[in-house]
Nanobody, 122 residues
């Protein structure tokens, strides 16, 4: 299983970026996908994620500015980030929260991508 995140970079305040995360290993269809971020000296926090029911959750700080989406045919999850602020500067990680139930019971795992750095200059 591999999660390959990309799309980070340096952008000015008010700018936009779109992050992508390609998932390999046949887990995408059974995973609730999400994006997290970690700023220097701070713990990792949820940015946006799909629930298993298909709805979305967003951190209060990004509501109205960020949008998470997924393309099942491409096994890819995206994070569109608009109106970026300096406080959005962080390493962004994609996560696959995998759950599958077979005849022997549930199989659960959590997979992480390598992170992509987003820097917003003031």
């Amino acid at each position: 299983v591999q999660l390959q995140a990309s799309g980070g970079g340096l952008v000015q305040t008010g700018g936009s970026l779109r992050l992508s995360c390609v998932v390999s290993g046949s887990i995408f269809a059974h995973s609730a996908m999400g994006w997290y971020r970690q700023a220097p000296g701070k713990p990792r926090e949820l940015v946006a994620a799909f629930t298993r029911g298909g709805s979305t959750n967003y951190a209060d700080s990004v509501k109205g500015r960020f949008t998470i989406s997924r393309d099942n045919a491409k096994s890819t999850v995206y994070l569109q980030m608009n109106s970026l602020k300096p406080e959005d500067t962080a390493v962004y990680y994609c996560n696959a929260d995998y759950l599958r139930v077979n005849d022997y019971g549930p199989i659960a795992a959590s997979y992480w991508g390598q992170g992509t750095l987003v820097t917003v200059s003031s």
